[in-house]
């Protein structure tokens, strides 16, 4: 079965440059979340977005930006980069809103030097 | 949503059930129980969910208690694959946006050979 896309898988940039994460969702899922996940800590909720409509919004910096497209794809702009930005990026898609049954992508790993 | 209290970890031996407690006394009316796991850095997994009754899946069963104010988690038969963080999370469902899963500090379960 399809799932959860996430490209790239590993992103290496250095201090105050600008990474780009994307984010495939499951066919004909139309929600999308980001989650951050720093070393030895849990998943951050960052941003959600519904039918190409941000949805709900956590601990996402203003350097971060998102969003989701008439493909339903996602992608999570990060800009002037710090080295606490280093982290896993967890995508997840689900079918609506409504549900919390997540189907999380494998991540992208940004390490920012 | 309501905050969710597991220990930090538990060991089981493989081939025995593995019996994850979560305790969330101001769950209200309309919240569920989620349970999702996640193995070393990779995404977390979906596994389970309920909301008053009892819940048995492929890969798990789940007691809420009759006050809701506690429920377990059942592996019924542990494989070493099934070392994981396993993350209790209590989440408002139908509340018209895609509201995030809030992830705490879980439970380590490890399975021994």
């Known amino acids: 079965a399809a799932g959860v896309i996430q490209s790239p898988r590993h992103l290496i940039k250095e201090k105050r440059e600008t990474a780009t994460l994307k984010c495939y969702p499951i066919p004909r899922h139309d929600t999308v979340y980001w989650y951050q996940q720093g070393p030895g800590q849990d998943p951050q909720f960052l941003i959600s977005?519904?039918?190409?409509?941000?949805?709900d919004k956590g601990s996402i910096p203003d350097r971060f930006s998102a969003q989701q497209f008439s493909d339903y794809h996602s992608e999570l702009n990060m800009s002037s980069l710090e080295l606490g930005d280093s982290a896993l990026y967890f995508c997840?898609?689900?079918?609506?809103?409504?549900?919390?049954?997540?189907?999380f992508g494998e991540g992208s790993r940004l390490t920012v030097l | 949503d309501a905050k969710t209290t597991q220990p930090p970890s538990m060991d089981c031996a493989e081939g025995r059930a593995a019996n994850l407690p979560c305790n969330h006394s101001?769950?209200?009316?309309?919240?569920?129980v989620y349970w999702y796991r996640q193995i070393h850095s990779q995404g977390p997994q979906y596994i389970i969910h309920?909301?008053?009754n009892n819940e048995t899946n492929e890969m798990a069963s789940l007691i809420i208690t009759e006050d809701r104010k506690s429920s377990t988690l059942i592996l019924p038969h542990a494989t070493l694959r099934d070392t994981a963080v396993y993350y209790c999370i209590v989440r408002v469902s139908y509340s018209g946006s895609a509201r995030q899963l809030t992830f705490g500090s879980g439970t380590q379960l490890t399975v021994l050979p």
């Open positions: 997840a898609s689900s079918t609506g809103p409504f549900t919390g049954e997540l189907f």
């Open positions: 309920g909301l008053k």
């Open positions: 101001t769950i209200s009316g309309n919240e569920y």
């Open positions: 977005f519904y039918e190409k409509m941000q949805s």
